[in-house]
């Protein structure tokens, strides 16, 4: 064996035959002779197109792996006419093709849709069934998606053939080369339809509304998506429907926000109540619950109800209800008031304001209490 075919392709000997392809198309991009007209470029093309006429073909390259040359009887090198390997195959290493594609089907897969819902709070936490109208293509009931009138069929395209594509054969510098384009007349389909149905004007399909009704479930957030498989636009002349996608969008609550799994709202008691603990009815969305406030409770103290967040998706668990407490500090008092709470700050020996770090002075109770009289 006197020529390395792999060697000038530059693969090894067990390469596939798509890497075959993929170093030959590489090559011949960079040494074809529109690219690069010197002699010495344009023999190295003969050569590598030469490795690939034998390694693309099964039966040479099993001749060439078991000793033998199968161009040698054409001289050593196929060229661009050897018997066996012309121009298309050049074009197939290309394009991938080469062979007759024939009409495409007039029948294709429909469109996915996507609309967007929007749902209240309860309804992403407990999960919900709703109700949407939708705009879309369906199948068309006069023609049944064939598109054509009642008594009519589609007719063989005169221009093509019923072949959906127009072939032309041109000259070039390596010869006769035969290009193919959709047939202009029937669009690539091979057929034409002569008498449209008058309901669909031959789509087969027609634009209406629907409603359907979707299960929501518990636990999506703004920007899930709900997949309804063959719920979106029929296809055209009967082809199958597409998917219908629905985008969550949960509205704001006006006491409730959600942080993942958990749920958030602000409890604002009374500085008295704060002082000496309380007992505060909470309607969640589980219904009524008592939130027990301790004595002495601070401003920014967090209540946690365990379970009563949001449910997560496909598990079933839920997360908890976090209460924020906020203590409320009168900013106008009576002057009885204000004698009351500079008694009380005299029994506390809290008369005199205390310099403090900063994380203290906004976190207790008491330091916000004397700002409200003594600034007066």
Same mark, same amino acid.
């Given at each position: 064996?006197?020529t390395?075919y ?8 067990d390469?596939s ?15 074809h002779?529109d ?10 093309f003969?050569i ?5 006429e ?7 390259r ?9 161009l ?13 390997f ?8 290309f ?10 089907t007039?029948?294709r897969?429909?469109?996915d849709a ?6 209240d ?5 407990f ?6 109208t939708v705009?879309t293509?369906e199948r ?16 063989t ?5 019923g072949r ?7 000259r ?5 080369v ?7 007349q029937?669009?690539?389909f091979?057929t034409?339809i002569?008498?449209?149905c008058?309901?669909?004007?031959g +789509?087969? /399909?027609? *634009? ?5 009704t979707?299960? =929501?479930?518990?636990? $999506?957030?703004t920007?899930? @998506?709900i ?8 296809g055209p002349?009967?082809?199958p429907?597409?998917?219908l ?9 006006p ?6 799994d958990?749920?958030?709202?602000t ?8 002082a ?5 009815p ?12 301790r004595?002495?409770a ?8 365990r379970?009563?967040? +949001?449910? /997560?998706? *496909?598990?079933g668990?839920r997360?908890?209800?976090? =209460?924020?407490?906020? $203590?409320?500090?009168?900013? @106008? ?25 900063q994380?203290?002075?906004?976190g207790?109770?008491f330091?916000r ?8």
């Amino acid at each position: 064996m006197t020529t390395d075919y792999y060697a000038m392709l530059g693969v090894p000997r067990d390469a596939s035959a798509d890497e075959i392809k993929k170093a030959y198309r590489r090559l011949a991009r960079e040494l074809h002779p529109d690219v690069n007209p010197d002699p010495e470029h344009q023999e190295r093309f003969k050569i590598v197109t030469s490795a690939y006429e034998v390694l693309s073909d099964p039966e040479k390259r099993q001749m060439y792996d078991m000793g033998g040359d199968p161009l040698s009887a054409n001289g050593g090198f196929g060229g661009f006419n050897a018997a066996g390997f012309g121009f298309g195959d050049i074009m197939d290493a290309f394009f991938g093709g080469g062979a007759n594609r024939g009409p495409r089907t007039r029948a294709r897969r429909g469109q996915d849709a996507l609309i967007r819902m929007q749902i209240d709070l309860p309804a992403a936490v407990f999960g919900a069934t709703k109700d949407i109208t939708v705009e879309t293509a369906e199948r068309c009931g006069t023609c049944s998606g064939a598109g054509t009138s009642s008594g009519s069929e589609p007719v063989t395209c005169a221009m093509c053939k019923g072949r959906g594509e127009i072939q032309q054969v041109q000259r070039s510098f390596l010869g006769q080369v035969m290009t193919a384009r959709p047939c202009p007349q029937c669009q690539g389909f091979g057929t034409t339809i002569p008498h449209p149905c008058h309901e669909c004007s031959g +789509a087969g /399909r027609v *634009r209406t509304r629907r409603t359907l009704t979707i299960q =929501v479930p518990a636990g $999506v957030d703004t920007g899930n @998506r709900i997949q309804l498989q063959g719920e979106g636009e029929v296809g055209p002349n009967g082809g199958p429907a597409g998917d219908l996608y629905v985008e969550v969008v949960v509205a704001d609550h006006p006491v409730f926000h959600r942080e993942g799994d958990d749920l958030h709202c602000t409890l604002t008691v009374a500085m008295t109540s704060a002082a000496l603990g309380t007992s505060v009815p909470l309607q969640t969305l589980d219904g009524e619950s008592v939130i027990d406030v301790r004595p002495g409770a601070q401003p920014g103290e967090v209540l946690l109800l365990r379970g009563q967040g +949001a449910a /997560r998706l *496909r598990s079933g668990a839920r997360g908890d209800l976090h =209460v924020h407490l906020n $203590v409320e500090v009168p900013t @106008r008092l009576s002057e009885q008031e204000a004698d009351l709470l500079r008694q009380f700050a005299a029994i506390r020996g809290e008369a005199a304001p205390r310099v403090t770090s900063q994380a203290a002075a906004s976190g207790g109770l008491f330091s916000r209490l004397k700002d409200a009289f003594t600034q007066r």
